[in-house]
């Protein structure tokens, strides 16, 4: 996935297909090779699907928070020339592509969270380990799926590797303050673009009440529940993920 990458100026993406473009947005344990199975099913379905790598260790701490993000979101969009996208976001990227969309409505077509962030406060802290031995990463990172065995040793190397290198840990902690910040319980009522609400039944991150008050405070929202499944649902059933999905695209004509 990574050799994948095309690198722009400071943005580095990946992107296959023609077509309606589905921006994706990973978490803060998420690489992009998390979401494989949407990048393969996608594009045969018309769509452009981009994968945009975030600066989450890149940028001075002080400008280490969700709202930069959502801003170098939408500069990504704008050097893009892409007219109304469709932003597909999991845990932080959830929470970055909600305030994308607040702050720059005209420019979304439609979003599509999955075990996001932005109203629940221990979320960020709870699926992001401290420093730890590698035993206790491996605990942590097994717990954010429905099945431990998802948790392959190249991911507990990559988290054990983030926690252990003190620039990316201090980053960490600041993008998790600021995510507890940006709460967005207010604004969610106010947001009146497409949401399509995809939630592991077994989220041990974001708990499935998270998903039910994602869908009651955000106006035109739909939500569907994944069985025996934890915080990525589309790593961990990706074949229903894409089903959902490309139904309720479909439903929306999108």
């Given amino acids: 996935m990574e050799n994948n990458l095309r690198e722009e100026g400071k943005f580095s993406y990946v992107e296959e297909g023609e077509g309606t473009p589905i921006i994706i947005l990973h978490g803060l344990m998420g690489g992009l090779s998390n979401f494989e199975g949407v990048l393969s099913f996608f594009p045969k379905k018309g769509y452009k699907v981009v994968l945009l790598k975030l600066p989450l260790y890149e940028l001075s701490l002080l400008k ?23 932003l597909l976001g999991n845990s932080l990227g959830g929470h970055i592509a909600l305030l994308c969309t607040k702050l720059y409505p005209e420019a979304i077509k439609a979003l599509v969270i999955t075990g996001s962030s932005g109203l629940y406060e221990s979320a960020m802290g709870e699926s992001y380990p401290k420093r730890g031995d590698y035993d206790y990463i491996r605990k942590k990172a097994e717990n954010v799926f429905y099945d431990p065995k998802v948790a392959t040793k190249e991911i507990v190397d990559d988290v054990f590797e983030t926690v252990n290198d003190r620039n990316k840990l ?18 969610l009522p106010k947001m009146q673009t497409p949401t399509c609400i995809i939630w592991g039944r077994n989220d041990n991150v974001t708990p499935p009440e998270v998903a039910e008050d994602f869908h009651r405070l955000l106006p035109d929202s739909d939500l569907y529940w994944i069985e025996k499944c934890g915080h990525a649902a589309m790593m961990e059933h990706p074949d229903a993920f894409n089903e959902i999905l490309y139904r309720w695209f479909t439903t929306r004509k999108y």
Avoid: P
């Avoid at 928070?65 to 939408?74: D, N």
């Avoid at 500069?75 to 109304?84: A, L």
């Avoid at 201090?170 to 604004?187: Q, Y």
């Fill in 170 to 187: 201090i980053k960490t902690l600041a993008i998790a303050k600021s995510a507890i910040r940006h709460n967005m319980s207010k604004d």
């Fill in 64 to 86: 280490t928070s969700v709202a930069t993000f959502a801003k170098y979101l939408k500069e990504f969009i704008d050097h893009k020339n892409y007219s109304k996208v469709i």
